[in-house]
């Protein structure tokens, strides 16, 4: 059963919402003036990333340059370590820290920033670009990103290793980490889980894109990970499903700790949300490449039709 809200009406629900289309429509143009890319998950995360730098977390203004610099090589002597992080302002004990860790979702993610004010549109134009720190693939000196995830699955381990650090330290901050539900496929994660439980990391808040599929197709017929919510609370976790494109929903959860427990928001989206021409692509989504360009056509009608097309 999923957890609804009800019809919101609040300015900032209403802003939450303006700003998933945005970044839906922002990487739907990427998408068409690059012959590809990754565009469902902009559909399914958009309400999730919205809503937690609109409403849920306690960040201060981004520190970093609007237009992110050029990868400066391999941190050594003379040349220092460059971090994403800027983007999510300066650490503070009563801030809280986040970290993405399906780092394919990296266009998603700069988007994100661009919509909420804190990375200049000019910044995507270097995207997969040599010598760019706007990579495809996110890294730790990649906007937004303060971190290597690994092949996948490692960014919740680290973070549960900060979060631990901050409970030591009695920081009141939180520490937020975005998964995928493919990510619970793999065995670090829920070691990582029962280490939160274990430590009673509550200031750990855990949103996953339950979107149900990924590069092979279909989560169920790949490896299934359901009952999830049953699976995460028998670790020792708190686990709350809600409507993943429920502004309200998504945040509600945030409101209600529990001493002692980990939280982990199980957000059930849907991988074609906002552009259902994403329809004739099922069970496939991971990376939109166009087939023909018929195809590609076929999506820049539905943009300059349904998405206020034109460009910006």
């Given at each position: ?5 009800g ?88 801030l ?77 901050g939180?520490?937020?980490v ?50 999830i ?23 509600a ?23 259902p ?12 490449r ?23």
């Amino acid at each position: 059963m999923l957890a609804s809200s009800g019809p919101p009406e609040l300015t900032w629900v209403k802003e939450v919402r303006r700003t998933a289309d945005a970044i839906r429509r922002r990487v739907m143009e990427h998408v068409l003036a690059n012959d590809g890319g990754y565009l469902s998950q902009a559909c399914s995360a958009g309400e999730i990333l919205s809503t937690l730098y609109l409403r849920t977390m306690r960040m201060g203004p981004s520190v970093a340059p609007p237009v992110p610099p050029p990868f400066s090589g391999v941190p050594g002597r003379g040349v220092p370590a460059l971090s994403g992080g800027g983007y999510h302002g300066l650490p503070g004990a009563e801030l809280d820290r986040f970290f993405l860790s399906p780092a394919h979702y990296a266009l998603v993610l700069y988007t994100a920033l661009i919509e909420v004010g804190r990375m200049a549109p000019e910044g995507l134009e270097q995207f997969n670009k040599d010598g760019s720190t706007v990579e495809m693939i996110g890294a730790e000196h990649s906007p937004g990103f303060e971190m290597m995830g690994g092949a996948l699955a490692q960014t919740l381990s680290q973070a549960a290793g900060i979060a631990l650090a901050r409970k030591r330290r009695g920081d009141g901050g939180r520490v937020f980490v975005f998964l995928s539900d493919g990510e619970f496929q793999e065995g670090q994660t829920w070691e990582a889980l029962q280490a939160m439980a274990f430590y009673g990391l509550d200031r750990m808040i855990v949103y996953v894109d339950v979107n149900g599929h990924q590069c092979d197709g279909r989560m169920d017929e790949v490896m299934r990970i359901e009952p999830i919510q049953t699976r995460i609370e028998s670790f020792g976790c708190r686990a709350v499903m809600v409507d993943g494109h429920d502004p309200v929903a998504l945040d509600a959860p945030t409101r209600d700790p529990v001493a002692g427990r980990p939280l982990v928001v199980l957000c059930r989206t849907d991988p074609c949300h906002g552009i259902p021409l994403l329809e004739s692509r099922r069970p496939r989504f991971h990376y939109l490449r166009f087939a023909s360009v018929a195809e590609r056509e076929s999506f820049r009608r539905f943009y300059d039709a349904s998405m206020g097309g034109g460009g910006r």
